[in-house]
Each structure stands twice: as C-alpha cells, then as structure tokens.
C-alpha cells in the first residue's frame, strides 16, 4: 500500500469483514473483461462464503479463473465543501472455488442463513429444505487482505 499511514491494523480489517453485510465480488469475466458483483457474504477463519444459483456468468467466470477479489466499503461520507470523501474500506484477494463436500456445504449455509436471520431454526431449515439442492456454497480463501481509510480518519497514535 502506498500511503501507510491510511492502512487500517488487520484487527481492524476483519472486524469490518465481521461487521458488514455485502460488498462487491471481482472476477476475470468474459473475454478478460473484469466482471464485479455484488453480494451478502459471510466470514469465518480467514475466508469468505457466498451463496449462489447454479449457473450463470458468475459462476462461469469462477470456474474458469480462480483469482478473485472482494471490496467491502465500512464508510463512505462525502463532504463536498472540501472536495473529498471520509472513506473506510476493506479488500481480500485470494483464490475462489465451489464448495463441493455436502457437509461443508451445509455447514456454510447454515452460517450464511444464521447470519442474516439469527436465532430463527426453523425458518432455515424449512428454507433449506426447500432450496439447498438448488444453491451453490462458493469459498473465497483470502491470501492478502487490506484496509485502508481516509487520512482525516487516522488517529493521532497511528
């Protein structure tokens, strides 16, 4: 990262990975154009999960190139009287797949459900019942992971 003083601390990257609820998944799209998505995710032990239908140009783009990016944006206050923006945000590169193993797969959605609706069991089961088999779990490992914010942001003792 060029501006070291804007680099957030790695706590404070993943506790806004723990914190926010979508941000915008980058792959290699077709004809090597870049193909950005947004989506709800979930994280857990230094990876992020996402829920998909079966086919489609995400899905497509997964499959044909593993390298992927995912930007969070924790803050985004624009003051126009000083021509700028008071940002706070959040990228993770790494490698992307489908999870395969059933178990796994399960245990994912479960999370991912869990997080959006929490302490509601049987509306998930009854949810997964009906619409697992139809759903793809994708992993994204994450194998560098930035966070930055604006300089107005930064605190004195950093």
């Given at each position: 990262?060029?501006?070291?003083?804007?680099?957030?601390?790695?706590?404070?990257?993943?506790?806004?990975?723990?914190?926010?609820?979508?941000?915008?998944?980058?792959?290699?799209?077709?004809?090597?154009?870049?193909?950005?998505?947004?989506?709800?995710?979930?994280?857990?032990?230094?990876?992020?999960?996402?829920?998909?239908?079966?086919?489609?140009?995400?899905?497509?783009?997964?499959?044909?190139?593993?390298?992927?990016?995912?930007?969070?944006?924790?803050?985004?206050d624009v003051k126009p009287e000083k021509y700028t923006t008071y940002f706070r945000s959040v990228?993770?590169?790494?490698?992307?797949?489908?999870?395969?193993?059933?178990?796994?797969?399960?245990?994912?959605?479960?999370?991912?459900?869990?997080?959006?609706?929490?302490?509601?069991?049987?509306?998930?089961?009854?949810?997964?019942?009906?619409?697992?088999?139809?759903?793809?779990?994708?992993?994204?490992?994450?194998?560098?992971?930035?966070?930055?914010?604006?300089?107005?942001?930064?605190?004195?003792?950093?």
């Open positions: 990262m060029r501006r070291i003083r804007q680099q957030l601390a790695s706590e404070q990257t993943v506790a806004i990975l723990r914190q926010a609820t979508s941000g915008t998944l980058a792959l290699l799209g077709d004809n090597g154009y870049p193909y950005a998505v947004p989506l709800s995710y979930v994280y857990s032990d230094g990876k992020l999960y996402f829920h998909s239908a079966m086919t489609g140009h995400k899905v497509d783009a997964i499959r044909r190139c593993d390298k992927a990016s995912f930007c969070v944006i924790d803050r985004d990228i993770a590169f790494g490698r992307i797949f489908i999870i395969e193993d059933e178990a796994e797969r399960m245990a994912v959605a479960r999370m991912l459900g869990n997080r959006y609706n929490p302490n509601n069991d049987e509306a998930l089961q009854n949810e997964l019942k009906h619409g697992f088999d139809h759903m793809l779990i994708i992993c994204l490992e994450i194998e560098h992971l930035t966070g930055k914010e604006a300089i107005e942001l930064v605190q004195p003792h950093q």
